[in-house]
């Protein structure tokens, strides 16, 4: 009779920990999701989604041409700095790579 009450007591305490542990995950994915949705209405002013309000064209056309615009000016200086170094190493004559 003394195993069949320690048997059933780790039946039960099995039963506790998964019914904690289901509403635990149940929980904390509530506050997850009640955070975003706070975070959303703080940055929008209102609770719709940021992804569903309309992008104008221009707005994201100039956003793009901006980035090719920088893209090209970092190729540039790169491309510079690149001469730059090939004509030092030419000066000195060494094969040592220069930092």
Do not use: C, Y
């Not at 019914?19 to 002013?45: C, M, N, P, W, Y």
């Not at 989604?49 to 090719?68: D, F, K, M, T």
């Amino acid at each position: 009779m003394d195993d069949a009450w320690n048997v059933l007591k780790w039946v039960l305490a099995a039963l506790a920990a998964g019914f904690i542990g289901q509403f635990g995950k149940s929980f904390a994915l509530h506050l997850i999701d009640r955070k975003r949705r706070i975070r959303r209405v703080g940055e929008t002013g209102d609770p719709v989604h940021r992804a569903q309000q309309p992008i104008s064209p221009l707005a994201s056309a100039e956003e793009s041409a901006q980035r090719e615009q920088a893209k090209i000016e970092k190729k540039r200086a790169k491309a510079q700095a690149k001469i730059e170094k090939k004509r030092i190493k030419e000066k000195t004559g060494d094969d040592s790579p220069v930092a």
